[in-house]
């Protein structure tokens, strides 16, 4: 119920912007009113599935007379050809729904599929993949949702979650130290701090003012194991920069508690699906 809450106004925004001030006219000009059809959204490439909800849910509300049925659900691994709902009922609601459901379930699916490669490329060791506030204006709650169901963690999911001190905070600050104690000023007591650090200079001076997380940004596997040994379990280590398919099992192998990619959400390449029409 709650996740509907979130994702109801995104559908709707993305329902509205595709059918504009007229409607379908398409649909109206050519599809008799009577007309009714039977459908399924079926997979054209394997992968992982996401999004479902929200692309069941922009047929529902273009036409609630539609009939769905649920054949697979989110986060299952689907293959080509696999059939994931069946859709029955009046022809221009399901058509006047269509894209906007297949963009929604396409971009959500590539997301959980590009998290779930991640994830397992670095199974057998304790690190976690998270995703950035690199999302898409509009949609952070399904691609965030998309990337836990690809296997993966959420990192914050915005600016008011947690403290994320950066390398402009510590330019504008005078330096870590200063940013650290401004931080600590004011944070409340749930308040988690991170702290990102390009050298193991700063590491050192973050380690002795204090501080729950670092972001480890841009370190060679070897300096990150020296990162990770320096840091001794007294704060959760998060390596991030350019981390890919080929390199993410060498940086889990340092010891890292969490691997951060923003590209599973800005440029994860979509999933194909489609709607097939039977008979």
């Known amino acids: 119920m709650t996740m509907r809450l979130l994702v109801e106004p995104v559908v709707r925004a993305a329902l509205l912007e595709d059918l504009g001030r007229a409607g379908d006219i398409t649909s109206e000009a ?18 992982v599935l996401a999004g479902l909800d929200a692309a069941l849910l922009a047929f529902e509300l273009l ?62 060791y304790k ?56 931080a600590q000023r004011h944070a409340g007591h749930l308040v988690k701090i991170e702290l990102e650090v390009d050298t193991l200079d700063q590491l050192a001076e973050a380690l002795e003012v204090g501080v729950d997380a670092v972001l480890l940004d841009n370190m060679t ?25 080929e390199t993410a099992s060498a940086v889990a192998a340092t010891g890292v508690d969490l691997i951060s990619c923003g590209w599973i959400t800005h440029s994860a390449p979509i999933l194909d699906l489609g709607l097939d029409i039977e008979g």
């Open 127 to 182: 690190a976690k993949i998270v995703c950035t506030r690199k999302t898409t204006p509009g949609l952070r709650a399904l691609e965030k949702e998309a990337v836990r169901l690809g296997g993966g963690a959420n990192h914050r999911f915005g600016l008011d979650d947690a403290m994320l001190i950066k390398d402009n905070h510590i330019v504008l600050a005078g330096g870590v130290r200063q940013a650290l104690e401004r």
């Open 63 to 124: 036409d609630p007379m539609l009939r769905i049925e649920r054949l697979r659900a989110d986060g299952d691994r689907i293959s080509p050809g696999e059939t994931v709902a069946q859709i029955s009922g009046r022809a221009r609601g399901m058509l006047g729904a269509e894209r906007t459901a297949l963009n929604l379930l396409s971009r959500m699916s590539g997301v959980a599929t590009a998290t779930r490669a991640l994830a397992d490329a670095i199974a057998g």
């Open 221 to 245: 596997p070897e300096t990150l194991r020296r990162a990770v040994a320096m840091v001794g379990g007294r704060a959760v280590t998060e390596a991030s920069g350019r981390i890919t398919l």
């Open 30 to 47: 050519v599809v008799p009113a009577e007309a009714t059809l039977e459908a399924v959204i079926a997979a054209r490439q394997p992968g």
